[in-house]
C-alpha cells in the first residue's frame, strides 16, 4: 500500500521543517507549501494527487479559508485538518463549514496530530470505498433491470392481495396488462 501523501500548508519556515521530519519519521510523504498561493498551485497541478493537507488559516496574502473555499469551489478531493493558532470562533466555525475534518490549535500534541491523520485518511478511505460499492451496486441493479424488462420471458410481482406490484415488457404484450406509476 502506498504511504499517504499529505500537503503541509504555513507561512511558519520552522514549523514547516520540524513538521515535515516528524511526519515523515511516521511514514507519510511530505511536501510542503509556504502560503495559501503556493497550496492552490500544487493543488491545481495534476502531477500529484494529496490525500490529506494540513492547513494553517491565519497567513498573509491568501488565508487557509480563502484555500479552503477554493478547494470547494474546483471540488478538488482532499482531507484537511486545520492546523492553526487562530482560535475565534468565527475562524474555528467557518473552518468546519468549508468542510475541515479536524481542527487543531498550535502548539499541537505531535501524537494527537499523528492519531487525527490516521482517523481522516481511515475515514476517507472508507468513502471511497463506499462510492465504490455503491456504483457497483448501481451498475447491478441497471443491469438486473434490463434483463427482466428484455427477458422473452412473462416476469411479474403481485402483492399479498393479489395486485400487480411489477410486470415486464412481455407480460405487457401478452396479457394487455399497462403499468401505471
Excluded at 486545520?82 to 468549508?98: I, N, P, R
Excluded at 460499492?133 to 392481495?161: A, G, N
Aim: proline share 4%; aromatic share 8%.
Amino acid at each position: 500500500m502506498p504511504r499517504p501523501h499529505i500537503l503541509l500548508v504555513d507561512d511558519e519556515p520552522n514549523l514547516l521543517r520540524s513538521c515535515e521530519e516528524l511526519l515523515e519519521t511516521a511514514g507519510f510523504v511530505v511536501t510542503t507549501s509556504n502560503g495559501g498561493k503556493d497550496a492552490l498551485s500544487k493543488l491545481s497541478s495534476s502531477a500529484t494527487a494529496f490525500d490529506l493537507m494540513l492547513l494553517d488559516l491565519n497567513m498573509p496574502g491568501i488565508d487557509g479559508l480563502h484555500v479552503m473555499r477554493e478547494i470547494k469551489q474546483k471540488s478538488i478531493d482532499i482531507c484537511t485538518v486545520v492546523l492553526s493558532g487562530e482560535t475565534s470562533f468565527e475562524w474555528v466555525s467557518a473552518a468546519f463549514q468549508l468542510g475541515a475534518f479536524e481542527y487543531i490549535c498550535k502548539p499541537y500534541n505531535y501524537d494527537g496530530l499523528v492519531n487525527t491523520i490516521n482517523n481522516a485518511l481511515q475515514k476517507r478511505e472508507m468513502e471511497k470505498s463506499f462510492l465504490k460499492l455503491r456504483k457497483q451496486l448501481e451498475r447491478s441493479e441497471r443491469l438486473h433491470r434490463f434483463m427482466i424488462e428484455s427477458s422473452p420471458d412473462i416476469i411479474f410481482i403481485v402483492d399479498k392481495p393479489g395486485n400487480f406490484v411489477f410486470v415486464n415488457d412481455r407480460a405487457e404484450d401478452l396479457l394487455g396488462y399497462k403499468k401505471t406509476n
